[in-house]
């Protein structure tokens, strides 16, 4: 359909289409057209997918069996004695989750494995038969509670696939146990705000699961809980990564009609634009959840910590979820203390921080707001009440409405909220954002300058600008399927932030810490119980372990945590032997030198060295190792170690069996990290490369350590 066509179909009263009179230069639509524009924006949510979508932020736990065997995906056959967190603590993970701005906890109840965090009375899969608490614990309980004495919202995930239940693949008796246990959940734990079901079906069960059966059990139930992905009230957004597409429909077609449809793809580009629309059976209100994680993995890993999201990622995650039509459910997998990571909780409460100091006081608020035409009983301040409820909107069809926001006197402004009122539908498809320049007006120009353009809105656009300084701001509405909706505009001050400092260790163990000019920096040690110092010059950690740092400064909001984590120093440490090095700048030596951006790479000029190639360190004293890692080089790809051996021993001469063998995740980035399984003490350590990335004779490495705590 051409913009002017829909531009056209923008115009039409959402009571009356006959009053589009002043259409002469404009393409004549065709019925069908207007016809599917009504019906896209006749469609609304219902009372619980519009709470849902007002929760916005939320927290996921993956927390269970995986956390303890260190994968992603169980087999079913673990040990219900392998779970036995030290320390569970679920008013952290809830305090946490407040800290940060959420407003609900997702907890995954069973993931594929089958394995229960709560006394299931249809499975001894669960944590009834583990040591914790002695077999009297139910996490389910703990995590319910938590919330509610932090004025949060909680929510369940229970995995369809279950691979320690004989009966999974027997479809009738499945479901017949899948029910009883969803019941369990629903009626033991008080009220639940969103039930999650993902698709995970293992090809070789021949499992057929009786949805319907489920979403009338929870429409009994749980009446006001929302049912998230295999489900009819909430979608996935199509992706893991924490993105939302540039125009974000919550009404989208179905093949048949609601409640007996099997489920579209949700990953396209477009999934309900108009001419996606067309020919659609059924159109059904289906907003979108962005899940992600806030580290690689779901579940928590112990090689994880240093590789918590940024800060500046996680906000392009809120700013693109939150601020894209799209609640943000953010994954936060606890330890295996049962505790949410100081790295994860330190990093959330960073966000949480920004997001209060940007949202706390709309700039809105009390201005005086005036649109191009209004309707009687919708008039333009509506849109600035502070009120959900209440909205603007045009009466009969408007040119490109426009809805301006005049304030008393000028403000500094760099975010720009607007809401549709989605109680009565989705209907916006384009729109632009102007503020008011008043040396350009003086000098004879316009005034007005356009500073953002859009496609949809739905429950919430976030509008990041450059900071500008105006007294007036005005949106557009450029495309609309029927009259515009607004029940909330709003302008926000982000605050400039620090950047985060910087932590390098010297080969001797020296820490230095650099920050922005004028900053004050404090550090943090220490894992369990970090200690906070003021930092005031360099400092000796010849130890293995991590350092925290942030920046602050009058006036700035404080930076982000800068993190960093060493092994032991490596100022005794000396090459002992090498199976070959490339000489000249790629020398053994530099796998030692603790500096990523120098290589030892293995011979390839004049001629090419075979596999296999090692590298022989004496560590300087004999130490108690529990692992070692590899730092691939960051520069390309050439030399990466796939399969490895690592050796240790006291002399130097022999070696033994190798302490750890196996095969590095390829295409992983960053350090890889490997774990003996038991203690070795030893002085010398040999590593062994046995194959290369792209199937070359060549090895590299830009650092080789070892792991002793």
Known sequence: MTNALNRFVGRLSAVAIVAAASSAVLAQPSAEVKALAERAAAVVPDARQVEWQKLEFTMFIHFGMNTFT????????????LFNPSDLDAEQWASVAADAGMRAIVLVAKHHDGFCLWPSKFTEHSVKNSPWKGGKGDVVREVAVACRKRGLKFGVYLSPADLHEATYGQSEKYNLYFMNQLRELLSGYG?????????????DKGQVYNYQDWYALIRELQPKAAIFGRGPDIRWVGNEAGQTRKSEWSVIPLPVEAGKFTWPDMTGADLGSLEKLKGAKELHWYPAETDTSIRPGWFWHADQN????????LLECYYGAVGGNSVLLLNVPPDQRGRIHENDAARLRELGAV????????????????????AAGHEAGAAADGKGETFWTTGDWESEPTLTVTLASPVRVNVVSIQEHIASGQRVEKFAVDMWDQHRWAVGGSGWKEVATGTTIGHRKLIRIPEETTNRVRVRYLESRVRPTVSEIGLYLAPTRLEAPSITRSRAGIVTI???TGASISYWTGDRHPVMHRYTGPFSMPEEGGVRAMATR???MPSEFAVASFGIAKAKWTIVGVSDEQKGGEDAANAIDDDPGTIWHSRYAPDTAKHPHWIAIDLGETLTLKGFTYLPRTTGPNGT???????VSEDGKDWGKAAAAGAFEKGKAGEQRVMFGKDVAGRYLKFVALSEVNGRD???AAEIGVVTR
Do not use: H, M, Q
């Open 641 to 647: 170690v796939v399969k490895y051996e690592v050796y």
């Open 191 to 203: 009220e639940i705000c969103e039930v999650w079901f993902d698709g995970a079906t293992p090809k």
């Open 698 to 700: 060549w090895a590299s």
């Open 554 to 556: 009058d006036g700035s």
């Open 70 to 81: 260190n994968r992603e995906w169980g087999e079913g056959n673990e040990d219900p004695k």
């Open 355 to 374: 997001l209060r100091k940007t949202f706390e006081k709309n700039l809105a608020t009390g201005a005086t707001v005036t649109a191009s035409a209004d």
């Open 514 to 516: 650099a920050g922005s």
């Open 306 to 313: 240093e590789r918590v999201r940024s800060l500046d990622d």
